[in-house]
């Protein structure tokens, strides 16, 4: 029963450290790096009769040229939506619209976006180990509970919280791989 319980934890633990991963990687993509991507349009919200609705669900996303997307809505009477949707993100684009679609011209980034948008990358890689101590927290409170009931010995529980410290180094360690590349990718001209 006790080595089950423990790997359960620890798998448990894990499928939880790689949602926080992916998560980090979904939000790092959404930061723009001076070539048009439409996964920059990802986190955008449109108010649409009411709703926040995430815009790839109101309109198609494409990109025209290496330094332009397009937005093409579904439903025309959205358009201006569309348009304040994307004015109130801070992306730091302002869409041109010719009424039947919106233009986004990805402009080249200046030295002050790039910190900031390094500062953004920096933060999303916080939030995401956060999350991972967040999570082996919850896995090593589990096995004290264990231990505290006997259900495993001292030193199975410490066995258990160390492969939670390997884990959190392990996944730590990937978060700062991924904001040093996209990190790089910013700093790129």
Known sequence: MSVEAIEEVTLDSEERMLKS???????????R?????????????????GAPTPLNQLASISVASAQQLTVQPY?????????????????????SNDGTVIRLNIPALTED???????????????????????RR?????????????DISKDQSADGQDEMQKLIDKYTKEID?????????????
């Open 21 to 31: 991963i992916e998560s980090v990687v979904t939000n790092l993509a959404t930061i």
């Open 33 to 49: 790096t001076g070539r048009a991507n439409a996964s920059i349009l990802d986190r955008v919200k449109v108010d649409y009769y």
């Open 75 to 95: 439903d025309k009477s959205s358009l201006k939506d569309i348009e304040k949707g994307i004015i109130e993100s801070d992306l730091g684009i302002t869409p």
């Open 113 to 135: 976006r790039r910190k900031d948008l390094l500062k953004q990358c920096k933060g999303l890689g916080e939030e995401g180990k956060v999350a991972l101590r967040n999570i």
């Open 138 to 150: 919850d896995g090593v409170e589990k096995l004290k509970k264990m231990e505290k009931a006997s």
């Open 177 to 189: 791989g991924l904001v040093a590349k996209k990190e790089k990718e910013l700093m790129t001209v």
